[in-house]
């Protein structure tokens, strides 16, 4: 009986040689945005598409929903912007350079830190763009607008954005293009009522970096006029365009003329019979996706 009452009280002196680790806290995460994709020496952010099947004239169609811009992995760990103090900042995530309002049910722009570089700002239910949204945020490189309910954008709402590089009004409910800003490198009005009356002649003339252009699932009865050479995508698929022209895509006075940096143009769920347009193509590298017989 002594033996087992020294035994007790040793156990209860002596510490165990191997205590239990704390529990340890999982680190936070946050949400980021992806798909880089790298074009020789430039890292160019890029849309990704998800795509799910509707029944179109009772043929199953791909259909481009939501286009996502790349976010800057840099952003993820920055301190708050200066601005903290904006009723913004308080809806919105608000982080050096980025603001992230998205799917809070905001009707309107923002008022936005003077520094803010990139605006997420999709799925709310936005309905007009004014030319005093943008007025004093001259830093702005990225817009993102998909799944708002944007039917009006008054003139000179992005005139003043000289660094603007990408701009996404997807899934929307635009007429009519603005005027767009001259460094813009992609955008993408996919999803929208846009007919051709809807885009100016030179809406794309003079944007000479403008490499990706998504028009597809709009209302077109043809191919916009004036393509920079700086083309490389062209998504204009499931419109109402009905004919080619020779000078659409290829100079018709001059036979050596090639699009050197035109890449992919899809064209599929328009009425037009590719076939019958053969010479409309021939300053391309590759066809048209699209119907030929």
Known sequence: ?????????????????????????????????????????????????????IIKDGTNVSLDTSL????????????????TNLPTCLLCVCLSGSVYCEEID?????????????????????????????ADITTLRRIDFSGNRIEEIEDGAFSKLLLLEELSLAENRLLKLPVLPPKLITFNANQNRIKSRGIKANAFKKLTNLAY???????????????????????????????????????????????????????????????KHVNAFSCLRMLPVGTYY
């Not at 996502?68 to 601005?83: E, F, H, I, N």
């Not at 899809?266 to 076939?275: D, I, K, S």
């Open 68 to 83: 996502r811009l790349q976010g800057d992995d840099s952003q993820l760990d920055a301190p708050p912007t200066k601005d």
């Open 1 to 53: 009986m002594e033996t087992l009452q020294a035994a007790l009280f040793l156990f209860v002196l002596v510490p165990l040689a191997n205590p239990a680790p704390p529990l340890q806290q999982k680190p936070l995460q946050l949400y980021e945005y992806d798909t880089d994709v790298s074009m020789g020496s430039l890292s160019q952010q890029d849309y990704e598409m998800q795509s799910k099947d």
């Open 106 to 134: 905001i009707e309107a722009v923002p008022p936005l830190p003077k520094e803010t570089a990139y605006l997420y700002a999709r799925f709310n239910k936005i309905k007009r763009i004014a030319a005093s949204d943008f």
């Open 213 to 275: 252009l998504y028009l597809g699932h709009n209302a077109l009865e043809s191919v916009p006029l004036n393509l920079p050479e700086s083309l490389q995508i062209l998504h204009l698929q499931y419109n109402n365009i009905t004919t080619i022209t020779d000078d659409t895509f290829c100079k018709s006075n001059n036979t050596r003329y090639i699009r050197t940096q035109m890449n992919e143009i899809r064209m599929e769920g328009n009425p037009v019979v590719l076939a």
